[in-house]
């Protein structure tokens, strides 16, 4: 791919899944008015869910999902092992995501709730980088295909990413969005790391913070104001352990 | 100025009028709050009848229809070996209804910095000769202090500006394009029973502002009170998230990116509306951040709208509708962050 002259790396990449709901890898057969040029930048060689090829050779790897099992921990350390640049997709490989409110239960009960009289092998959930190393991540649930295009963007010319630094909040008052605490209900906007461009809270729903915690948070603050409106800590720390990506504030497993 | 009267109903087709060539923004209900008060939004409308006149405060001010949040300064196409500029200054004519005199003497404010100062931005200049401005007068909303700061009358920066007088509004005509477009519809020269009832109206409105903070000084009292306990007070329950500066019919800080299609035979020079309260405000290359703490921002954006502004254009930048401090989800609101700084010098 060929900009002011000069021609981009075409990096071939490989992404995989764990534990998790299939939803952020699918992002990249999303956005159609781009895709044929998304696939033009990058070389996908191994992609379950999209193509029938598979190919061990590849210099960056998208790993979606946490982990949950101790055969997936054996496959992720194979990856990271051939990866050149390893990529946590999703608020499942950042944090642990959704799957991490099961570590508050005995294993034996969440296995039992789940699978009955017929138990499986499971672990308590783990994000990617509490096993390997990860050399970036892109939180969202899912992520934003417009925000893994400029990432992109920025690997093949070689030139570092930055995330915005405001919180939600900024991103909700550009697009006239009532604030969902003026509504009357909770949201995690304040704290939470925004560049997502708010689609929740225009949509009807309060943030629920999937991308984790904004650069600059003022928690102590923040449970104030959630109390001056009738929101009591349990609940606004049981609201931040939905994605996993609060437990710095949290203190949850 | 003309002075003329208009009644309600030749109003009401004046704006299906003025919707057959142009598109109008007014206040359009939204929904209930929580607490069962009406919002309200400058939005574009498609009838006179989603237009209420009769709101108490649109949260979001209307200078994004000046002042784009995301703003494409130029776009740039990529061809073999060579490439070219696309610049586009022009837009669609508009109007605006209903906006009260605070948003207008912001305009007026923004007129200042970018249409009469050394740099005129043509993207503005544009934007505001290209749209049509109907005020009007209302009495005092609970929290602004509009008139403390003496933005509560307008002289210019507007087409028409109406006064509600019941069954009619007496109509200021400030401008050539303002005169020809009403006189499409019936108007009446004032009556002296017009003056009387106007002058009513008027002094009902002076006597009701609600809020009263002292404001003359605040230049050499913000020189006094830099090293203040009041900005810790108030920085740390900022919540670094830039909502003042959005919602602010004022703030226009804002930074320029670069955007490159997917298939990079494009790019986009934008400028985004930004926030001295954002962590990342005053952070230079190499890392360094001139105001990493919040308290500092905080207090900036205080020196910038009350201090620096009166320093370079002899007034406020600020014009007391206290957007900022209802949408302040910390509570800090501008009346009592004043009110602090005055209890500090009587110490």
């Known amino acids: 791919m060929k900009y002011l002259f000069m021609e ?20 990249f057969a999303n956005k159609e008015e781009t895709l044929v040029d998304f696939l033009k930048a990058i070389d996908i060689v191994n992609f379950r869910e999209v193509m029938s090829e598979k190919s061990d050779e590849y210099d960056i790897a998208f790993i979606e999902g946490s982990i949950s099992r101790a055969d997936e921990i054996e496959r992720l350390l194979t990856i990271r092992q051939k990866a050149k640049f390893l990529i946590a997709l999703g608020s499942c490989a950042c944090f642990g995501g959704v799957n991490r409110m099961k570590n508050k239960f005995p294993m034996s009960d969440v296995n039992k709730e789940v699978y009955g009289e017929t138990p499986k092998e499971t672990l308590p959930v783990r994000s990617i980088k509490e096993l390997v190393h990860v050399d970036f991540e892109i939180p969202g649930c899912p992520v934003s295909k417009a925000e893994v295009e400029r990432i992109v963007q920025h690997i093949i010319w070689e030139v570092p990413y930055q995330f915005p630094v405001y919180p939600v909040c900024f991103e909700c008052k550009q697009r006239f969005t009532i604030c969902r605490f003026e509504l009357g209900e909770l949201c995690l906007g304040p704290v939470s790391a925004g560049g997502c461009d708010a689609p929740c809270p225009a949509g009807g729903t309060p943030c629920w913070g999937c991308r984790g915690i904004c650069a600059a948070p003022n928690f102590q603050e923040f449970f104030n104001l959630a109390k001056e409106r009738g929101f009591s800590k349990e609940e606004v720390i049981e609201r931040m352990d939905f994605f996993g990506g609060f437990r710095s504030v949290t203190g949850s497993k | ?49 989603e237009m209420v006149l009769d709101y108490e405060k649109c949260e979001f001010s209307a200078k994004t229809y000046f002042l784009p949040y995301k703003n494409t300064l130029s776009t740039f196409h990529m061809k073999d070996h060579d490439w070219t500029q696309e610049i586009q200054y022009r837009i669609q004519p508009r109007a605006i209804f209903g906006l009260h005199p605070c948003d207008i003497n912001a305009l007026v404010r923004l007129d200042k910095v970018f249409a009469r100062d050394f740099y005129p931005n043509p993207y503005y200049i544009s934007r505001r000769k290209n ?17 403390a700061i003496n933005a509560n009358h307008i002289t210019h920066g507007f087409d028409l500006f109406l006064t509600d007088l019941g069954d009619r509004y007496f109509v200021k005509i400030n401008s050539d394009r303002a005169f020809m477009a009403i006189s499409e519809v019936p108007i009446q020269e004032i009556t002296d029973e017009d003056t009387k009832d106007y002058l009513a109206v008027r002094k009902q409105i002076s006597q009701s502002y609600k809020v009263s903070v002292k404001t003359d000084d605040l230049p050499n009292l913000l020189d006094i009170e830099f ?12 919540l670094n998230c830039g909502t003042c500066a959005m919602v602010c019919p004022t703030c226009y800080c804002y930074g320029v990116t670069e955007r490159v299609s997917m298939d990079h035979s494009t790019g986009k020079k934008i400028a985004y509306l930004y926030s001295c309260n954002l962590l990342d405000f005053a952070m230079v290359a190499g890392g360094h951040n001139f105001r990493p703490n919040q308290e500092t921002r905080l207090k900036y954006r205080y020196y ?41 010098e009587k110490l």
């Open chain 2, 131 to 147: 749209t049509f401005i109907v005020g009007i007068d209302h009495l005092p909303c609970d929290d602004g202090f509009c008139h």
């Open chain 2, 1 to 49: 100025m003309l002075f003329r009267i208009i009644k309600k109903e030749d109003f009401k087709t004046f704006v299906n009028l003025m919707l057959q060539t142009t598109e109008v923004i007014a206040p359009k209900f939204i929904k209930n709050n929580a607490k069962g008060k009406p919002i309200h939004q400058f939005l574009p409308i498609s009838n006179y009848d």
């Open chain 1, 8 to 27: 981009s790396k075409r990096p071939k990449v490989a992404v995989f899944d764990f534990t998790d709901c299939e939803g952020c890898e699918l992002q």
């Open chain 2, 227 to 238: 090293e203040s306990k009041v900005w810790k007070k108030w920085g740390d329950k900022c």
């Open chain 2, 304 to 344: 910038h709208q009350h201090r620096g502004f009166v320093e370079s254009y002899g007034e406020p930048m600020c014009v007391g509708c206290n957007r900022c401090g209802r949408s302040c989800l910390a509570g800090i609101d501008p009346v009592n962050v004043i009110r602090d700084l005055h209890e500090e």
